[in-house]
């Protein structure tokens, strides 16, 4: 089939890439030019400045200008296009609600060069961008405008973990399809032949606005989960003396009805996805006059659990941020990737600047080039006092405390690296919960201080 992919960020490229590679003939589109070339080179180097996933720059290469081609342009390529897949950037607005500004001038874009074409057969437009409620309606009103003939509109939501994206996108535990007509729910089946009666992927068929909400309900549902075990399993072990974390998740989700799934405590969810489709949902329902409350404290849980580490430091621990020197391990939202959309560790670096520390000496295995945008001392001399090293050990060095921020398994392997290079007094503070031989830490005089658990040692132990 000939498809179009409009969109070439984490999940368009994902996805151009693994149809390409089930032999359809994908054109990947995007306005942003110096992508499209970086992504033409086929150097594994240029497209993961870009997005950094493992596997993908294989498959890029391996199908370039045989089965996936890039470009900057629609001119040339709608004639015979069977399904058009819309992969923009949704971000939300100040107020919670969804930017629609890049998908709407995409939309137009494609509507006119549609009502242009010779070629009359049908072609569905389908949205993998996360949008809210209704937005194939309205995606179908400005295809309408334009007189785009014999089209159809879908909503096909992604639910791509990063850092895991091909293999979520070559074996997805579900393909939702909204579509209003037999003949679009054929086309996609097409596309998606390899799914379709596969034995484990559930191929759910149903309107565009289920398909719609069945996006928005997931990721609330998945952030509500971690907001729990934050909001609530956290606050148990912090609280009350003596409660191990590991085996509280082990008690509890021994029971087949509850999930494993984000049954850990953290410092926060990141990631563009979670922040901002709750917001989207809240602001959703508050636009019907709907209650909700319980997606507010999901949120507000979330944002609060990015940051109160520091505040327990100086409370807990007594520890003093002005002009101390504190490493900062991890950058990226997650492990397995380079993505720092609203990672927990932007709003670290906020809080400690905030404290008036004297540098922060960042590692992260992946995602420094990115934090060199994010941090750009031409935005804020502040970000001056940031220095990007090459690994945790130099990272370490000379430093009065660290910070582990994301949850990269080489950090595991950090005591002895702490034992080496830096003496105790050391304040080690611990988002993850990354350190298990943390004991050998505080028998050697260095203080821990975890999500989820008291102050190690205690103070009037210590
Ligand atoms: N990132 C994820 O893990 C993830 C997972 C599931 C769903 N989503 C949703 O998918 C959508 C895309 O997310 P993303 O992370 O890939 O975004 P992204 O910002 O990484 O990529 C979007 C791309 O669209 C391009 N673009 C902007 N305007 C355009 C236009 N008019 N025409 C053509 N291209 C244009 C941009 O240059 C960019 O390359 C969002 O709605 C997001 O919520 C993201």
Redesign the pocket.
Known sequence: MKILV???????LTHAAVLAETGHQVYA????KT?IAAYSSGERAQIERYVNEPGLATIIKDTLNRYLFFTDSVDDILEGTEAIFL????PPNLDGSTDLT?YT??AH?LAEKLAARTDRRRVVLVN????PIGTARYLQRILEEHDVPNFGVASNP???P?GNAVEGSRRPDRVVVGADSEEDFAILRHVYASFVNHVRIKYIETTPETAEAIKYVANTLLLTYISFWNGIGARLGETFGNIRMEDLKRGVTADSRISTWGSYVSNGAG???FG?DIQSLMYQLRRQNQPYALLKEVFEINEYQKTYLIDRAVNEAGFNFNNKTVALLGLAFKKRTNDMRDSSALKVVEALLGRGVKAIRAYDPLATEEAKHYFNPKNNNLFEKISYHNSAADAIKGTDALFITTDWEEFRGLSSTITQTVQPPYLIIDGRRMIPDYMNLVGNGYQYLAVGSRLLPRKKEA
């Open positions: 409009a969109g070439t960020g984490f999940v368009g589109y995007d306005i942003d992508k992969c923009l950037p949704t890049a001038n995409a874009h993998k961008s996360t949008v992604e639910f791509l990063e990631g563009s996805c901002k």
